[in-house]
């Protein structure tokens, strides 16, 4: 059974940063991909930044040379770190994982993943 379980946001300040975590079990990231998607009340989840076993990445326009996506290898969690946060950045964090390569820009897309954690929350003051 896949469980995914996020840590690591928190309220900042505009400007500041966080790190979420996303620890993976259960889940053969050698075949797959993992990303980090956020959701506002009301809204349609979107992809921020997501990682392939092939080693590429994907990043939304917006958080691009202010967020990085890393994983070191399959046994390590999945981190984004936040710089540079914005007041538009605040939302609940999700960690998505799926089976099986995705090319850009499908991997940024939510309805490819199958496994998703509980999420966790961003929020950044002006």
């Known amino acids: 059974q896949v469980q995914l379980v996020e840590s690591g946001g928190g309220s900042v300040h505009a400007g500041g940063s966080l790190r979420p975590s996303c620890t993976a079990s259960g889940y053969t990231y050698s075949r797959g991909c993992m990303g980090w998607f956020r959701q506002a009340p009301g809204k349609e989840r979107e992809g921020v930044a997501v990682k392939c076993a092939t080693g590429s990445t994907n990043y939304e326009y917006s958080v691009r040379g202010r967020f990085s996506i890393s994983r070191d290898n399959a046994k390590r969690p999945l981190d984004l770190p936040m710089n540079g946060l914005k007041p538009e950045d605040a939302d609940m964090y999700y960690c998505?994982?799926?089976?099986?390569?995705?090319?850009?820009?499908?991997?940024?897309?939510?309805?490819?993943?199958?496994?998703w954690g509980q999420g966790t929350q961003v929020t950044v003051s002006s």
């Open positions: 998505g994982a799926r089976e099986g390569m995705v090319n850009s820009p499908l991997s940024l897309v939510p309805r490819w993943y199958n496994y």
